[in-house]
């Protein structure tokens, strides 16, 4: 029976009773607070431009912002894409409500970040190949799981970690405004994947938590390459990506622990591979030390060269990418 010849499912009032309340509530809040806490992203935009007489930085600096911010504006379109699929898709009330407020926030998004980038007044940049292969895998997945996954958790969190670093580092004023409106959004975003994955991955199979796992590896991976090509523009812009990349990896951790991901044993929590959540906060640290330095620190010889190799790598990568995935 398809879903067309399955309408209406009455089974969704049932199972809405039968929720645990509060989760069922603080899904359910994640509408609402999209409805109540919603803002006109053209009218923001116009206020904050005429605050500020205009974006006024020099060419170099305007085309950095492009670089960075072009795979916010795609990633913007591909969460509004996917937060629309789900809630076509899911059958449970509360997040389909969740979803449905976010799309209509991801589209706001995508509308101001457009207006921001084209008030830039410079030929925008195409999208590079790393973040378009992790928008690609998570547009094209059939599974939920892998699109909240991918889209909730990994993307919408590294977005996240950067509208921090840009807020805290005032590069340009308008931006730096404006992000601020994006971020709430985006930490409310997240909350739907924190609180509705655990009901789908506590029924997965061990080779589909082994799959997931392989997933999150691969876009984990594709988003270190790309960070590893715009470490030059941030150090452009006086960002440190050391932060950015370490609060993103932190903020991993509290939402894994959050979806019961480090509790062995617990009933209903996220299925997957156990590891000590210290050790991985101490892996972590290590290794953005190791290839994102803060600006300005005093970084040995031996240590250049290997940030040198890992970029010629990096842009090896995106080479071999644009060949196999145009």
């Known amino acids: 029976m398809n879903a067309v010849a399955a309408f209406p499912p009455t089974s969704m009032l049932t199972q809405w009773a039968a929720r645990a309340e509060d989760r069922t509530r603080k899904l359910e809040r994640l509408y609402h607070a999209a409805q109540t806490q919603a803002w006109d992203g053209r009218e923001v935009l116009d206020a904050l431009l005429a605050k500020h007489g205009g974006i006024r930085l020099p060419l170099e600096k305007r085309e950095a912002i492009a670089r960075v911010f072009s795979i916010i504006l795609w990633g913007e379109l591909a969460a509004w894409n996917v937060s629309a699929e789900l809630a076509e898709r899911i059958v449970d009330p509360e997040a389909k409500l969740a979803a449905t407020g976010q799309a209509f926030d991801e589209a706001r998004h995508f509308t101001v970040m457009r207006d921001y980038l084209l008030a830039l007044d410079i030929e925008l940049p195409p999208l590079d190949p790393y973040s378009r292969a992790v928008l690609r895998d998570v547009l094209e997945t059939e599974s939920i799981v892998f699109k909240l996954t991918g889209m ?8 996240l970690s950067l509208f921090k670093m840009v807020a805290r580092g005032g590069i340009e004023p308008v931006l730096t405004e404006l992000v601020t409106y994006i971020e709430k959004d985006e930490a409310r975003h997240v909350g739907l994947g924190v609180l509705y994955l655990p009901r789908l991955m506590a029924t997965m199979t061990t080779y589909e938590a082994a799959k997931l796992q392989l997933f999150q590896a691969r876009i984990y991976g594709l988003l270190f390459w790309n960070t590893i090509l715009l470490r030059r523009d941030f150090e452009l812009l006086g960002l440190d990506a050391n932060d950015a990349t370490r609060q993103g990896l932190r903020l991993q951790i ?7 991901k480090f509790d062995r044993g617990r009933s209903g929590g996220a299925r997957g591979v156990y590891v000590e959540p210290e050790l991985l906060r101490r892996t972590h640290d290590f290794s953005v030390d190791a290839f994102f330095p803060h600006p300005g620190d005093d970084v040995p010889p ?3 060269r290997v940030l040198a190799v890992t970029e010629r790598f990096a842009k090896v990568g995106a080479r071999f990418l644009e060949r196999v995935d145009p």
Not at 152 to 159: D, G, I, K, P
Not at 254 to 260: E, H, N, R, S, V
């Open 152 to 159: 909730q958790l990994l993307v919408e969190n590294a977005a």
């Open 302 to 304: 031996w240590h250049r």
């Open 254 to 260: 509290d939402i894994a622990t959050q979806m019961g």
